[in-house]
């Protein structure tokens, strides 16, 4: 008897074994790639395979991983940075990314794209995805989902992404089998390349801003983050990328919220927009899209502009001849000049 029960418990352990093991590559099968477009869902997770400590974490939307170009910080000024960057990234993703980030590492300073103050609801499931299936601790994703989670969607399937994607049978192509373990290098540290050109043209005006408050919400987790990083001794730093067209305005009502926020916090805040001029930004030449984004030659002025501020404002260590260090960013250097170049 003690013995068919012995058998029978060693049976009910390898079938839930059993069925952990399919239901992984289950779900390693279906979840979306994102090898294709679009890629903006490989950018969260692509950050855990990143072997350098970063100095600067830059977090936000398209704004910050098509503007700010981390190889290029380290080239002209030897800072080490990372873009924790997603599509639409929202303020309390943002609050949850850097806490993730935390568990890795400690930047000296973190920017954040003041952009982000102008959205309290989530508009687009997919966007959220993009950004919080990718982080790795659950905890974190199930905090951050449930903030703006709409009426169609479970706590579950951010634990176990299968339940969101199990009916992808039909969409499936060679690229999930390709990917099912590895990954292609989609960022240059975070920064989302670029290498169109497409100029700004005369536009309309942006529409009126009725309403030219922030969410609460939005001062929420902008206050926890404050709080965060004082917390953790790391300067925080509140930037506006110095693009702004009439379909994503950024309007002066906004422009002074934030500046009434930083001064009344001890923080700093950029409008990069006030000093385009001085980035010597040419709008017909420096973006891909119309002057919504930046292309990486935009990208890489923007880049030299910050960079100038941080050697300026704060104590950040040129790691270029440390080799150690150096030797980290080599083979990422030659890849952006590569891909930069072709």
């Given at each position: 008897?003690?013995?068919v029960k012995?058998?029978?418990?060693?049976g009910?352990?390898?079938y839930?074994?059993?069925?952990l093991?399919?239901?992984?590559?289950?779900?390693?099968?279906?979840?979306?790639?994102?090898?294709?477009?679009?890629?903006?869902?490989?950018?969260?997770?692509?950050?855990?395979?990143?072997?350098?400590?970063?100095?600067v974490?830059?977090?936000?939307d398209c704004?910050?991983?098509?503007?700010?170009?981390?190889?290029?910080?380290?080239?002209?000024?030897?800072?080490?940075?990372?873009?924790?960057g997603?599509?639409?990234?929202?303020?309390?993703?943002?609050y949850?990314v850097?806490?993730?980030?935390l568990k890795y590492?400690?930047p000296?300073?973190v920017?954040l794209?003041a952009?982000?103050m102008?959205?309290?609801r989530?508009?687009?499931?997919?966007?959220?995805?993009?950004?919080l299936?990718?982080?790795?601790?659950?905890y974190y994703?199930l905090?951050a989902?449930?903030?703006?989670?709409?009426?169609?969607e479970?706590?579950?399937?951010?634990?176990?992404p299968?339940l969101?994607?199990?009916?992808?049978?039909?969409d499936?192509?060679n690229?999930?089998?390709?990917?099912?373990?590895?990954?292609?290098?989609?960022?240059?540290a975070?920064?989302?390349?670029?290498t169109?050109?497409?100029?700004?043209?005369?536009?309309?005006?942006?529409?009126p801003?009725?309403d030219t408050?922030?969410?609460e919400i939005?001062y929420?987790?902008?206050?926890?983050?404050?709080?965060?990083?004082?917390?953790?001794?790391?300067?925080l730093?509140?930037f506006?990328a110095?693009?702004?067209?009439?379909?994503?305005?950024?309007?002066?009502e906004?422009n002074?919220?934030?500046e009434?926020?930083?001064?009344?916090?001890?923080i700093?805040?950029?409008?990069g927009?006030?000093?385009?001029?001085?980035?010597?930004?040419?709008?017909?030449?420096?973006t891909?899209?119309?002057?919504?984004?930046l292309?990486v030659?935009?990208?890489?002025?923007c880049?030299?502009?910050?960079?100038n501020?941080?050697?300026?404002?704060?104590?950040l260590?040129?790691?270029?001849d440390?080799m150690?260090?150096?030797?980290k960013?080599?083979d990422?250097?030659k890849a952006?000049?590569?891909a930069k170049?072709?």
């Open positions: 008897m003690e013995r012995k058998r029978n418990i060693t009910i352990i390898g839930i074994v059993l069925t093991v399919l239901c992984y590559f289950l779900q390693k099968l279906l979840i979306p790639k994102f090898m294709s477009h679009p890629y903006e869902g490989a950018m969260i997770p692509e950050y855990y395979n990143s072997s350098t400590n970063h100095d974490l830059f977090l936000g704004e910050f991983y098509e503007s700010i170009s981390p190889v290029r910080l380290f080239e002209e000024y030897g800072f080490t940075s990372y873009v924790r997603s599509a639409q990234q929202l303020i309390w993703q943002s949850y850097l806490l993730d980030t590492e400690t000296k300073v920017v794209n952009v982000e102008k959205i309290g989530v508009t687009n499931e997919a966007y959220t995805r993009m950004t299936d990718g982080l790795s601790n659950i994703r905090k989902a449930s903030v703006g989670m709409q009426e169609n479970s706590y579950l399937s951010y634990v176990f299968i969101r994607y199990h009916s992808r049978w039909s499936l192509t690229d999930d089998i390709k990917y099912m373990f590895r990954k292609d290098r989609i960022t240059y975070g920064y989302y390349m670029q169109e050109v497409r100029p700004q043209t005369s536009s309309p005006a942006a529409p801003l009725f408050s922030f969410p939005c929420e987790y902008l206050d926890k983050i404050t709080k965060l990083c004082k917390d953790n001794n790391i300067e730093v509140l506006k110095p693009t702004s067209s009439w379909q994503y305005p950024w309007y002066d906004w002074t919220a934030v009434e926020y930083a001064k009344a916090n001890d700093a805040y950029i409008n927009l006030e000093f385009a001029d001085r980035m010597n930004l040419d709008m017909e030449k420096d891909y899209d119309g002057g919504i984004h292309n030659f935009g990208a890489e002025k880049t030299d502009f910050i960079g501020y941080l050697s300026v404002n704060y104590t260590e040129d790691k270029r440390n150690e260090e150096a030797s960013w080599t990422l250097i952006y000049h590569k170049e072709s």
